[in-house]
């Protein structure tokens, strides 16, 4: 489950190359999901494996919370105003809009859907410490899938890239691996593979 090469998925055919220009990637990880059949689409995976109840670690879990109560006691984590920053739903064309399977601006958890098409996803947050985007692609593959989990971030702040390098290690050793790991214990689970 490793973080693998800008190259490599900007090579990829999809639509968040343009659409967020000018954003910097910050990472990208992938997972090898094993093939059950042809077609598997992201949208039929995040709504089979919505119904499994398979979190991420426990270690990850304790990390998140730890993060939520000091974001919380520190304000860290309430939204600017609306006219202070920019959604990235603006920069949505109308075959976007058309195309995206979730209504731009839906909550879905800790973030806000940018756009949800078949085979990839768009998720946003945005606080005092950064705007974040989280990407979620679908690749089938001769033999396989891969599933792509890319990280942009965007500066809000001088605090934005202090508080990057505070996380980058929780991120990178805990919190994304583990995230990995759940991703494929749900697609197992999901399409009975256990």
């Known amino acids: ?9 900007e090579r990829l055919p999809l639509r968040v190359h ?15 999901l094993p093939r059950v059949r042809s077609g598997i689409t992201l949208d039929e995976f995040l709504r089979a494996a919505s119904t499994c109840l398979l979190p991420c670690s426990p270690v990850a879990r304790a990390l998140l919370n730890i993060r939520l109560f000091v974001g919380g006691l520190l304000g860290l984590d309430r939204e600017p105003a609306a006219m202070a920053w920019e959604t990235f739903t603006t920069r949505l064309t109308a075959a976007d809009r058309s195309k995206s399977l979730a209504l731009a601006g839906t909550r ?54 202090i508080y990057m390098a505070l996380i980058d290690p929780f991120r990178k ?16 689970q ?4 256990d």
């Open 1 to 9: 489950m490793p973080q693998i090469s800008t190259r490599e998925f």
């Open 18 to 32: 343009d659409f967020l220009t000018g954003v910097p990637l910050h990472d990208v990880w992938a997972v090898d």
């Open 190 to 193: 999901a399409f009975r593979l």
């Open 108 to 161: 879905d958890g800790l973030f806000r859907v940018v756009y949800r098409f078949e085979n990839e996803q768009l998720l946003e947050l945005i606080n005092r410490t950064a705007h974040a985007a989280a990407l979620s692609a679908l690749v089938e593959t001769p033999n396989a899938y891969r599933f792509y989990f890319g990280v942009y971030v965007r500066s809000v702040s001088r605090l934005t890239p």
């Open 173 to 188: 050793l805990v919190v994304y691996p583990s995230l990995l790991r759940s991703v494929h214990a749900r697609w197992n």
